[in-house]
């Protein structure tokens, strides 16, 4: 199959949706979690349903700022704050008490004070950084060509665009936080999207040595001969995070359909954006010889 | 009777498989109506003493307890002096945290960007109000004289502190019964306790605990033998922290509470049920998805698969790896990415198939396929190498979740490399020359 002949509608797809993460993110920005703000999160254990506004109108005071309370299963509800000073945790559970009537319990309660998010952003952009050379490195290395590996880190960051673009279409409809977990999924899809990544280039790589023949030749033959292995693997990877989303808790439902997106692109960005990749760049090397 | 070399493997890989079952079943098995308990490794051979439960540690978010991030004042001292500080630091709150007397607590240092911070893990402890109190504290001790000179009673600081202290205690006074703190000091404390009782019978010497006036009591008399007690309004509990701020010494940095995480033992034993629920069912349908694909080459990777759930499950085990949810988020994923080297074979073997007999076409597809199963996972393990950071790197994440999830998930790499190569290679040799024969 011709699979290169195409490769402008790939890049247009992929320029879609990232674009539409861009202008997400530009109109909207990311809704980020206590992790990265400061704030706390509380999740209670109620006796029955209460009036969530009248809860927050109860709970604010000028030390406490109610960002939202969710209900996140039967009968527990998760409140976000502003950084609480120890004596008002307790405040909190009193109103609570009042409006059911009943002992609430508290679940999990988490304090991050405003100074740990810089942090953590930091150590996430050196943990990419850190990372990406890393495989770029090795990439080149075992394809002996630094082509291959700056296709597969340009690929790579493909999907971290469409994992950060789709969190701030998520944030805004449906009220998802970025948090630590989130920046786990990031860096767990860039080594998911560069090991699809190198199944596609070893075809290309064995070709090469044994056929030979154009790059768009190769590159056609390479994706047809592991199209189906793509899929099939990532059928794998999808029934397990599926299952995680819908059966695995609250915790770590976001978490899991952050893998999910990063995995769907990381199929689609191997033969369809780091093969294409490729592809233009020996054309454009070809050009500027013979120019 | 004369054993193939795969077949011989395959027999080393089944007592594997069994030892990896034992340790990875529960401790305790209801069989038929009884219950069959695993007895537990207590080995003795001569000094050496071999002692394994086979427990599998959680993490904080399932097991329940608090974690506590402090950051260190660090602006009234220099920056020479800062590592010696943080040693010590940590070194007291170690103290504390095991005066405390919990079991199994984590006391870190991070140092990023100038600011030095410590952070603390105590399984099964909810109230992190007073485990935040207690930790806290500076605590540092001082006797001083008060002046007479001035009616306002002005304070004159001795160069008796907490740091001469030989040991704090719990004590009642035996007129109230109200709990006092019974202190007994160094050598060279008790001489400036003589000293400083001499010098003020009849007035008062204040006792101050970071700043704030504890207690003053009337000097009756010079006090020798430096045993002292410090009587206050205070409760039991209050005693008790005090006891141990003062023999675990005062904090050579003041620090603050930045980060305090805490989760019920309750919400943790649902996620863990959750967490397996969602794992059975995400593992049926990939065995199920593999038979369906490949058919009989699909039994053999379910059985490989099966064996890889069984050996990781075993090394958490003996390592031992503390499982936290993101972590059984990690060994999840790997189950999936488990049977990638399986799949990579397969489809090789099936365009191999056409061109030369089976059992070369499957040797055949084994090497091919090695090239790309081997580029492909060294990438994910650098990944989780960077993730796990085993070398605390102070650039790079040094805590819990992230750490947790790169540990299970690079194990889950490596383990699925020698049960995707290893054990299934073995089992398709001996399958598919019997099919032969």
Do not use: C
């Not at chain 1, 406490?64 to 502003?82: D, M, P």
């Not at chain 1, 090469?208 to 030749?217: A, L, N, P």
């Not at chain 2, 109230?176 to 060279?188: C, D, I, R, S, Y």
Request: proline share 3%.
């Amino acid at each position: 199959m011709n699979w290169m002949k195409y490769r402008i509608v790939y890049f247009l797809i992929s320029a879609t949706v990232i674009g539409a993460g861009i202008f997400a993110y530009l109109k909207w920005g990311l809704s980020l979690g206590i992790d990265f703000k400061g704030g706390a999160l509380i999740e209670y254990q109620v006796g029955k349903d209460f009036s969530t506004e009248e809860a927050i109108k109860k709970i604010e005071n000028p030390s406490i700022e109610v960002h939202s309370i969710q209900k996140a299963g039967e009968n527990t509800y998760l409140i976000r704050t502003n950084p609480l000073n120890p004596s008002y945790r307790e405040n909190i559970r009193v109103v609570l008490n009042e409006l059911t009537g009943e002992d609430a319990q508290e679940l999990r309660f988490e304090n991050v004070g405003p100074s740990i998010g810089p942090d953590l952003i930091k150590k996430t952009i050196y943990a990419i950084a850190i990372a990406s050379s890393a495989i770029l490195l090795w990439v080149a290395f075992q394809f002996k060509s630094f082509k291959f590996g700056v296709s597969a880190v340009l690929a790579m960051l493909h999907d971290s665009l469409v994992l950060l673009g789709s969190f701030a279409i998520l944030g805004h409809f449906f009220g998802v936080e970025i948090d630590f977990l989130f920046v786990t999924a990031m860096l767990t899809i860039l080594s998911f999207s560069v090991h699809d990544t190198i199944v596609v280039y070893d075809r290309v790589r064995e070709t090469r040595k044994k056929v030979g023949g154009s790059t768009i030749e190769m590159a056609n033959m390479a994706i047809s001969q592991t199209m189906v292995r793509s899929l099939n693997n990532s059928f794998t990877i999808i029934f397990m995070l599926v299952a995680l989303i819908l059966l695995g808790g609250t915790t770590v439902k976001w978490f899991a359909v952050a893998l999910l997106i990063g995995t769907i692109s990381g199929t689609y960005s191997s033969p369809f954006v780091a093969v294409p990749l490729l592809v233009v760049w020996e054309e454009l090397q070809r050009k500027i010889k013979r120019a | 009777m004369h054993l193939s070399s795969p077949a011989k493997k395959l027999i080393v890989i089944f007592i594997l498989f069994l030892g990896a079952l034992f340790i990875s079943l529960p401790q305790k098995i209801p069989f038929f109506g009884r219950e069959v308990v695993r007895p537990n490794l207590d080995i003795k051979i001569g000094r050496f003493e071999i002692k394994k439960s086979f427990d599998l540690r959680l993490g904080l978010d399932l097991a329940g307890g608090s974690h506590l991030v402090f950051e260190a004042d660090t602006s009234k001292i220099s920056s020479d002096k800062m590592k010696d500080a943080v040693v010590s630091l940590k070194e007291v709150v170690e103290k504390r945290v095991n005066l405390f007397g919990i079991s199994e607590p984590v006391v870190q240092t991070s140092s990023f960007g100038g600011k030095e911070r410590i952070i603390v893990e105590l399984p099964g402890i909810q109230n992190t109000q007073q485990a935040a109190e207690l930790i806290g504290r500076t605590a540092q001790l001082v006797f001083a004289e008060v002046s007479e000179a001035t009616s306002s009673g002005e304070l004159k600081i001795t160069d008796l502190t907490g740091a001469d202290l030989e040991r704090a205690a719990v004590d009642f006074d035996q007129t109230t019964g109200k709990p006092v703190v019974a202190l007994q000091f160094t050598k060279e404390g008790g001489g400036k306790f003589e000293k400083i009782t001499e010098k003020n019978i009849g007035k008062a010497v204040a006792i101050l605990l970071d700043t704030e006036i504890i207690s003053a009591p009337i000097v009756q008399e010079k006090i020798s033998g430096g045993n002292a007690i410090i009587s206050g309004d205070f409760t039991t509990e209050e005693v008790k922290k005090l006891v141990i701020q003062l023999n675990a010494g005062a904090l050579p940095l003041p620090i603050g509470l930045v980060e305090e995480r805490v989760v019920q033992a309750t919400l943790g034993t649902e996620s863990v049920a959750q967490s397996v629920k969602a794992g059975l069912v995400g593992l049926t349908m990939v065995l199920a998805f593999m038979v369906l694909s490949y058919g009989r080459l699909g039994v053999v990777s379910a059985v490989g698969l099966i064996i890889f759930g069984i050996l990781t499950l075993a090394l958490y085990k003996l390592i031992p790896v503390v499982l936290t949810l993101p972590g059984i988020a990690g060994f999840l994923l790997s189950v999936g990415m488990a049977v990638d080297s399986n799949i990579l074979i397969f489809e090789r073997f099936k365009e191999e198939k056409g061109k030369r007999p089976v059992a070369d076409a499957l040797e055949v597809s084994f090497g091919r396929a090695w090239d790309s199963i081997r580029d492909a996972n060294i990438a994910t393990l650098v990944t989780a190498f960077i993730l796990a950071n085993p070398f605390d790197w102070d650039f790079l994440h040094t805590s819990g979740p992230v750490r947790g999830f790169a540990i299970t998930l690079a194990l889950g790499v490596a383990i699925s490399l020698f049960t995707g190569i290893v054990v299934s290679r073995n089992l398709l040799r001996v399958f598919v020359r019997e099919k032969k024969a």
